[in-house]
C-alpha cells in the first residue's frame, strides 16, 4: 500500500459513485480505502485509514454531507491531513465559494464539456506527485504508530465495513463475519464456518445461519442506496443478497489491498 495513492470517496449517488470507483480501479497506482455517504463516517475513515487524497461530490445547493467533511475536516485540523479533491458544479457560485472557504485544496468544474468520471481519474493522475508529497512530508513529521496496533486497526476497519452496511453489531452473526473476514485475509481456507464453530463450541450449521441471518436482515433493512454506496460487489444470487462466501470473500479481498 505504501507505493500507492490511497482514496477516500464521498458520493451519495450510488450510480455516480460506482462509476468513479470503476475509472480509479483501472489504475494500478491508485487504493480506494474507503467510499461513504455521511461526514461522520467519512472523519472515522481518515482516522482511521489516512487517506491521501479525499474525493467529494459537492451538492449543487453548496450544503450537504460533502460541505459537512470539509467543515469537520477544518474544524478538526486532522493530521495527517488528506489532499481535498471538490467536484462541483462550475456555474453554482455558491456551492464552490463553500468548497474553497473550508479548505478545499482544488475543485473540479462537473459542468465542463467532457466531464466524466474519467475526468476525476485523470485529475489524480496528474497531481499524483503533488499529493503524495504531502504524504512524505507527513511521514517526516508523525511518529509510526506500534505494530501492535495493526491487528486492532483491522478489527475496526472490518467492523466499520459491517456498520456500513447496516450489519448489527447485537446480533451473533456479526461477530462471527467479524472473525471469517479476519480468517480469510490471513489465509483463505475452506471450512471457515466450522473453524469460527470450534472457537466458540458451537455447531458449523449454527454459525452458518447466523451469519446468513445477519446479512439478510441487513439487505432487508438497510436503505438501498447504502448498500449500493458501501457494497460494490457483483451479487450473483437470484434473492439479490450475498451469500456468507460472497460477502466474506468480498471484504477480505477488499481489506487485504488496504494491509
Known sequence: MDDKLTIMLIEDDPEACGKIINEIAQNESFAIVGVTNN??????CIKDMQPDCAVLDMDCAGSGESLEFLKKLKKAGAAPHPYTLAICDGENKPCCDAARENGADFILDKNRNGFSAKSVADFLCIT??????RRERTVKTTASPPEKLDEKRLLRRITGELDKVGISSKCVGYRYLTEAIAIIMKQPVQHVCRIIGKNYGKTENSVERAMQNAINRAWASTDKREL??????RI?????????TEFVFHYAQ??????
Open 39 to 44: 461526514s461522520e463516517r467519512a472523519m472515522q
Open 128 to 133: 499524483m506527485t503533488v499529493i503524495s508529497s
Open 236 to 244: 450473483k444470487s437470484a434473492k439479490g443478497v450475498p451469500t456468507i
Open 228 to 233: 449500493a454506496a458501501n457494497y460494490t460487489a
Open 254 to 259: 477488499k481489506l487485504n489491498n488496504e494491509f
